[in-house]
Each structure stands twice: as structure tokens, then as C-alpha cells.
């Protein structure tokens, strides 16, 4: 049975950071392919960030502010978040591309 846990998630001021970490397990976690997706209230959930063997991909709202990153050894993906505004609050959600497997997400609420 795949599970994905995310954590990390938190109430932190505009221009903070926080850094997100999703655990998996069920999976051959070293070949899966995983993104950050996010969902603001009243929105569409949009892809954030991703990563695979081929490197790493980000959405324009995360380029430059956000790095993904995994440690195969510990079955995790992490995402950092630097210079934060209110229009990332959000619930966000690791994902397996491979397996449309969800978690079941952390919120980040950024105040102005």
C-alpha cells in the first residue's frame, strides 16, 4: 500500500521560508518520479515543482524561490520555500507521477 505523509507545512510571515517534506513508502521510491502540487482555497490544484532522473522542473510562481530535492536513502522529497508570499498559502500535496498516488497534504498560510 503506498502512502505519502507530508509535513512541515505552518503559519510563517511574508518573506519567510519553510521547508516541506514528504515521506513515502510502498513504492521503489529511488525510480518514481515525485511533485509538489498546491491547492489555495477556492482554486484548482496547480503543479508546483518536480523531480526525476531527468532533473527538475518548476511552475514560474516557484522558479527562483522554490528547490526540490529527495534523499533516496530515506524515502523522502523535500520542497524548500524561501521568500514567501501570501499567494502561496495553500494546502500542498506530494504526488508520484508514475502512480497518481496523493498524500494528504500541509497547509502553509503565509501573513502579510
Known amino acids: 500500500q503506498v502512502q505519502l505523509v507530508e509535513s512541515g507545512g505552518g503559519l510563517v510571515q511574508a518573506g519567510g521560508s519553510l521547508r516541506l517534506s514528504c515521506a513515502a513508502s510502498?513504492?521503489?521510491?529511488?525510480?518514481?518520479?515525485m511533485g509538489w502540487y498546491r491547492q489555495a482555497p477556492g482554486k484548482q490544484r496547480e503543479l508546483v515543482a518536480v523531480?526525476?532522473?531527468?532533473?527538475?522542473y518548476y511552475t514560474d510562481s516557484a522558479k527562483g524561490r522554490f528547490t526540490i530535492s529527495r534523499d533516496n536513502a530515506k524515502n523522502t522529497v523535500y520542497l524548500q520555500m524561501n521568500s514567501l508570499s501570501p499567494e502561496d498559502t495553500a494546502v500542498y500535496y506530494c504526488?508520484?507521477?508514475?502512480?497518481?498516488?496523493w498524500g494528504q497534504g500541509t497547509q502553509v498560510t503565509v501573513s502579510s
Open positions: 504526488h508520484t507521477l508514475n502512480g497518481n498516488h
Open positions: 510502498g513504492i521503489v521510491f529511488s525510480v518514481t518520479p
Open positions: 523531480i526525476s532522473s531527468g532533473g527538475t
